[in-house]
């Protein structure tokens, strides 16, 4: 086909819309998940331009988080997966926003910045990319790249130029109405670059900004979340399985399953840690998915809850066990399992963790008193009047029962298995000066008190003189 003759490869002027006639409402959803009779009806309803124009037609296949949000918002981030399709997703915005109903009608904006952290990663992903901006233009739309400005230019004369996280200065003098700015949590200059962006996005009645990224905890990814002009879609990497090799996802899937690492790089999960935590993301992160192995003692520590009922606080349940082979240093714990319930009231909850002593054949149960005193024994014992069973009173605050422990874990002497999201999240919220996340740290008081119970009360009283054994 000569290039003239693709200028005419495809009708001016079809939209999602012009298939609703053909009895689709939902796009791709509906079709995909039809059966093969039906599939194949509605494809042979549709005229030859309309099936030269149906893949071009993003609104009709794009997944709910790839769509742009409604409403007025300055900027619209997309937070999801490794190969969730955020890409193609951005891709798609800069053409939503730059293209007319017909090949030389202007759109909306005619000034796009295309931002990334270095000029081949903008070209050889937003632009040349599998899901970039050519490869998702048709033939009669398809803009121009000119390589010695930096740029792509389209027939109807919008202009996209490259700029960099490497070089925030650059963003000073051009002006825009619109910016694509991609994986924004991994710029070492990222706050500087932000920062200049806005101060050039000043064109138009209403200058916008897609952001496509894998989630990080960093300072200018919350920020851009928490301001009331931002809007977010998310999806985890399986949204797009239909469109990614089976044994990627069967990898992944087998081996980040059930870490934070998973729930950052395939949920699309944000990480965020209260500044000062005493367990920082990066400190849990390197406890990894470890390997229970041959154990010498395994606890059930509870720290039940004062209230009952649908909104009280949970009571927390968590299941820890160690080897104690040689000195205290070289002891090793793992955290098996946290089985933390909610509103099952003291009956409940005291099963609860009985039933967690059966499944790991648990050593002991060790339970807080502060709060119910005699009465947590009594509720456990009506349960299994024959458990082995320890009340622990807390003398301290939360904060100095908890930073003895998290210098275990600074020590690299606690592993963690898999299934522990909601425990970690707790954790990356204890701080020095107190918990600062919502409700009651009642996962990590559990945590605390069986890992006191493991580790740093027998090896206290290891140092006692004469005592060289447990």
Known sequence: M?????????PEEITPLTLTGRGLTSGANWIGSAAPSVQESFLNELDEGELRALPFLFDFWAMPHQLPPEGDWRAWVIMGGRGAGKTRAGAEWVRSVVEGSRPLDPGRCRRVALVGETIEQVREVMIFGDSGILACSPPDRRPDWEASRKRLVWPNGAVATIHTAHDPEGLRGPQFDAAWVDELAKWKRGQETWDMLQFALRLGDAPQVCVTTTPRNVGVLKALLAAPSTVLTQAPTEANRANLAASFLEEVRARYRGTRL???ELDGVLLADAEGALWPSALIEKCGTARPGDLDRIVVAVDPAVSSGAASD??????AGVRMQG???????VVLADRTVQGLGPTGWARAAIDAMTEFGADRLVAEVNQGGQLVQEVIRQVDPMVPYK???????????????AAL??????GHLEGLEALEDQMTKMTARGYEGTGSPDRVDALVWALHELMIAPAAKWRQPGVRSL
């Open 391 to 405: 009340g622990v009173h807390a003398s301290r605050g939360k904060v100095a029962r908890a930073e003895p422990v």
């Open 327 to 333: 000195p205290p240093q070289d002891w090793r714990a």
């Open 409 to 414: 874990y600074e020590q690299g002497r606690v």
């Open 262 to 264: 998973g729930r950052q």
């Open 2 to 10: 000569t290039a003239e003759a693709s200028k005419r490869a495809l």
């Open 314 to 319: 949970a009571c927390g349940i968590v299941v």
